[in-house]
Each structure stands twice: as C-alpha cells, then as structure tokens.
C-alpha cells in the first residue's frame, strides 16, 4: 500500500475471478486532481495495448473515485537498473516494447510524452508495461505542471519548453530509456553533451548506440520520423530477433567483452 492525501494504491484480489488486482482511489473530490486522475483511467481504458496498463473496472463511491487495473508481478526499470546496466538482450527486447507502443499509440493519435524508469513495469519475463500516462497530450488542459528536475532528462527538450509534443518527442524519451537501461545513467539534459552509450559501457553494440543516439537528437528533425522507423532501423542491423530473457546472462558490465556480445549478437540474431 501506498497513500498521500490525494491518492492511495492497494494490493487487492478479485474474489469473483480470483486474481490480484492494483486498486488505486483518488481522495480529493471536486478537484483538479481528481479531473486529472479521471481523464488518465479514460485513457489507460480506451488503449487496448500489452505494454500499456490494463484497466478493468472504475468508477466512484461516495467521495472517493477508484480505478481496478491490472498488477504488474515484477520491478520497476528504475529499481532493476539501481542493481546495474540491464543485460544486452534485455535493453533490446525493452525498445521493441518501446517501439511497439509507441506505434500503437501514435496510430491512435495519442503522443505519450512523459515515460519515466520508475512508470515503467518489467513483469517476470521482462516485458515492458507503462504504468503513467498523466501527461499524454489528451490530459495537458487537466495536469499540472511537471516540475521535478530529476524528471527532465527523460523528456524531450521540446517538451520541457512546455510545447505539446508531437511523436518524435516520444522518440527520444523512448531512446533516453534505452540509454538508462544500457548505461545505467540518464542521459544528459543537454542533447549536445549526451555521451555515446559505448563510452560508458563498451559492450554495447554498435547497432543499438547508434539507435540510442538518432533518438535523442537535440532536433525533432534529427529523430526518427516515427516508431516503426526506429525499430525497423534496429531490426535491420540485428536482424529478426525473440530472444528468451530467462535464459539471458545477467552480466556486470564491467565483465562483459563487447566484441563477443557483438558476435553473439549476430550469430543469434541473423
């Protein structure tokens, strides 16, 4: 359980289907808070997406207004990378779910904007399930304002300028994620002072950094034009790829030789 005065989130079962379920209440009626927490459940309804937080019931009782939403059995990306860079073939299954998402949600005219490691759920295989989506462009005339500095380096420099976004900037929020999961650090806040990921982790392919790093071009122009471009650019170096993240090495970075993950890659991606 977790609870401020505005909101609360509860563990809780559904006796009826017989499965656990997050309860999330809001607890502040008539307030923008509450408008805000409304429009956010309309819209984790309305997209039907695994990598987007199943809603199954909401509503209100009394002063309280609830959402029932899927329970995500695993960590947050923020809590699996405070153990170390995220194995290789881990970072690439997390931008195909990126990159899928994203797609989907661009085709249904909704631009995320803000996706954070700590809103971002792994489960037990290692799938990706974004939790938030407080600030996607269809709830802006409901949300406050976003003024935690921490959170900056994850959004595009467009939107920290308080413009509404357009599918690049979810592009390089996408590709500040895929840094974070590789490196272990957040990228800079400024684009141009951004280093290269295999600076900091030499393992990494080459292939994913130069991916990583047209998705966090300072410019939207200098970004992939869309999701499905991105992902098809990585797809193209990497080849078709379903790699088993259970059986995947859980390597420190510091053990990991680049040029044996770069083979290994190859040889099993095609």
Request: net charge neutral; aromatic share 6%.
């Amino acid at each position: 359980m977790t609870q401020t005065d505005e909101r609360a989130l509860f563990l809780a079962r559904d006796l009826v289907l017989k499965r656990r379920v997050a309860l999330r209440l809001q607890l502040r009626p008539a307030s923008r808070e509450r408008a805000w927490f409304e429009r956010e459940t309309e819209l984790l309804a309305a997209l039907d997406h695994p990598t987007i937080r199943a809603v199954y019931s909401a509503g209100r009782r009394g002063e309280w207004s609830y959402r029932l939403s899927k329970w995500v059995d695993g960590e947050s990306l923020l809590d699996a990378v405070r153990r170390g860079p995220r194995p290789i073939p881990a970072v690439i299954q997390l931008a195909r779910d990126l990159t899928a998402v994203l797609d989907y949600a661009h085709t249904e005219r909704v631009i995320l904007r803000r996706i954070l490691p700590d809103t971002v759920m792994l489960d037990r295989t290692g799938r990706a399930v974004i939790t938030d989506l407080r600030y996607a462009n269809p709830c802006l005339d409901v949300a406050d304002p976003d003024t935690d500095p921490n959170r900056l380096r994850f959004l595009a420099p467009e939107v920290r300028e308080g413009q509404p976004g357009e599918p690049a900037c979810d592009i390089y929020t996408a590709g500040a994620l895929l840094y974070f999961a590789m490196t272990g650090q957040p990228p800079a806040v400024d684009p141009h002072a951004i280093k290269p990921p295999r600076e900091l982790r030499p393992s990494c392919p080459k292939a994913v950094e130069r991916v990583i790093m047209r998705a966090l071009g300072a410019e939207a122009t200098q970004r992939y034009l869309t999701a499905y471009e991105m992902s098809e650019d990585l797809i193209s170096d990497l080849g078709e790829f379903d790699l088993p993240l259970a059986v995947a090495p859980a390597l420190h970075a510091g053990t990991e030789d680049a040029r044996l993950w770069e083979k290994r890659l190859r040889r099993a991606l095609g």
